[in-house]
């Protein structure tokens, strides 16, 4: 893993550093190029905005690694109220959550309860997406999925092409007709469990990518997302689709607000379907810190929010 990356993922998890740089301004600038705002009005603003290029959007409250129970309650709470105002406002916009945000650390059946009263709201189209978090909470995540996903044919799984194990756990879920998306990955893991370089984690990508193509064309996988910002995977895999006879319109790539909206622009003009997830909320420093990890070039970004007036 390049040093940059590595020192990066590290300072996510500084406690110093999550209560402390929040407070600079620079930082703050610099967070606003990742996030419309931190209020639930922001995003459905940034939504709307969305919805008029024909980009469709998820919304993720952040936070993550809550440690009681009413914090828990309160975040489930907030998603319930944030599936009314998405209903009402009538906009084409999904929600994803971080188990561990609905209470994983404390106990899986609260998790679970949690998990299960969110997408007992949603519609039955819509999918609601579980995040994937770092290894030690890929089982309990999966389990939970599995338990969520045998009563509702609406959950999503993210799935992340770092690691070893995924396409075992792609093989696993299929038989259960899951929605994936399928990312890269975005925390800090080591050479055992994880692809250590990028042409190998690319690699596992496509044949991950594809295989949940294919089941999605024999009906094995509602929805198959790819939340990637990597312009030669996608048109690699625009191109197998195409090569395949699957239908653009089953074609779909998430990326993150602010990250290559070009490209998310085009493919919705080219008739793929294109979706951006939308962070918002105050605990948002880990999550920021691992958007500088991805892209350390976003660090001159940030020098020069610094030196701005
Ligand atoms: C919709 C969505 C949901 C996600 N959910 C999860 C999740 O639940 N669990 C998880 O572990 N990870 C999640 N991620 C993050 C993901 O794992 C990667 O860390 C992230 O997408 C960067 O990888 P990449 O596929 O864009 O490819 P990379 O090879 O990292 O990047 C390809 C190119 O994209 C651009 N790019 C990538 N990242 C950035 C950035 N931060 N700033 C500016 N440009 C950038 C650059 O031009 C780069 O060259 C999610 C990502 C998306 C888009």
């Given at each position: 893993?390049p040093?940059m990356?590595s020192?990066?993922?590290?300072?996510?998890?500084?406690?110093?550093?999550?209560?402390n740089?929040?407070?600079?301004?620079?930082?703050?600038?610099?967070?606003?190029?990742?996030?419309?705002?931190?209020?639930l009005?922001?995003?459905?603003?940034?939504?709307?905005?969305?919805?008029?290029?024909?980009?469709?959007?998820?919304?993720?409250n952040?936070?993550?690694?809550?440690?009681?129970?009413?914090?828990?309650l309160?975040?489930?709470?907030?998603?319930?109220?944030?599936l009314?105002?998405?209903?009402?406002?009538?906009?084409?916009?999904?929600?994803?959550?971080?188990l561990?945000q609905?209470?994983?650390?404390l106990?899986?059946?609260?998790?679970?309860?949690?998990l299960?009263?969110?997408?007992t709201?949603?519609?039955?189209?819509?999918?609601?997406?579980?995040?994937?978090?770092?290894?030690?909470?890929?089982?309990?995540?999966?389990?939970?999925?599995?338990?969520?996903l045998?009563?509702y044919?609406n959950?999503?799984?993210?799935?992340?092409?770092?690691l070893?194990?995924?396409?075992?756990?792609?093989?696993?879920?299929?038989?259960?007709?899951?929605?994936?998306?399928?990312?890269?990955?975005?925390?800090k893991?080591?050479?055992?469990?994880?692809?250590?370089?990028?042409?190998?984690?690319d690699?596992?990508?496509?044949a991950?990518?594809t295989?949940?193509m294919?089941?999605?064309?024999?009906?094995?996988?509602?929805r198959?997302?790819f939340?990637?910002?990597?312009?030669?995977?996608i048109?690699?895999?625009?191109?197998?689709?195409?090569?395949?006879?699957?239908p653009?319109?089953?074609?779909?790539?998430?990326?993150?607000?602010?990250?290559?909206?070009?490209?998310?622009?085009?493919?919705?003009?080219?008739?793929?379907?294109?979706?951006?997830?939308?962070?918002?909320?105050t605990?948002?420093?880990?999550?920021?810190?691992?958007?500088?990890?991805?892209?350390?070039?976003?660090?001159?970004?940030?020098?020069?929010?610094?030196?701005?007036?």
């Amino acid at each position: 893993m390049p040093v940059m990356r590595s020192i990066l993922l590290a300072a996510s998890q500084n406690k110093w550093l999550r209560e402390n740089a929040v407070n600079y301004p620079f930082v703050r600038r610099s967070v606003s190029r990742f996030m419309p705002g931190e209020s639930l009005d922001a995003a459905m603003e940034a939504a709307r905005g969305l919805e008029q290029k024909k980009i469709a959007s998820v919304f993720t409250n952040l936070g993550e690694n809550v440690k009681d129970r009413a914090e828990a309650l309160e975040v489930t709470g907030h998603y319930l109220e944030v599936l009314r105002r998405i209903h009402e406002s009538g906009l084409n916009t999904e929600i994803s959550v971080k188990l561990t945000q609905l209470g994983l650390d404390l106990s899986a059946d609260f998790c679970f309860e949690n998990l299960d009263r969110i997408i007992t709201q949603e519609k039955k189209d819509a999918i609601v997406w579980v995040d994937m978090e770092a290894s030690p909470y890929v089982d309990a995540t999966l389990d939970i999925y599995k338990r969520a996903l045998a009563k509702y044919p609406n959950a999503g799984i993210c799935l992340q092409a770092y690691l070893y194990r995924t396409q075992k756990d792609v093989e696993g879920l299929l038989p259960m007709r899951p929605s994936i998306r399928l990312v890269k990955g975005a925390y800090k893991e080591p050479p055992e469990i994880a692809y250590p370089n990028k042409h190998a984690v690319d690699e596992n990508y496509f044949a991950l990518a594809t295989a949940t193509m294919a089941a999605q064309a024999s009906g094995g996988c509602p929805r198959a997302a790819f939340g990637t910002h990597d312009v030669n995977l996608i048109r690699r895999l625009a191109e197998h689709a195409a090569h395949n006879g699957y239908p653009k319109n089953h074609f779909e790539v998430q990326m993150l607000y602010g990250i290559q909206r070009e490209e998310q622009e085009r493919l919705a003009r080219d008739g793929y379907r294109s979706g951006v997830l939308v962070a918002y909320g105050t605990y948002w420093y880990p999550w920021f810190v691992r958007r500088l990890a991805e892209r350390p070039a976003n660090l001159w970004f940030m020098a020069r929010n610094l030196f701005a007036a």
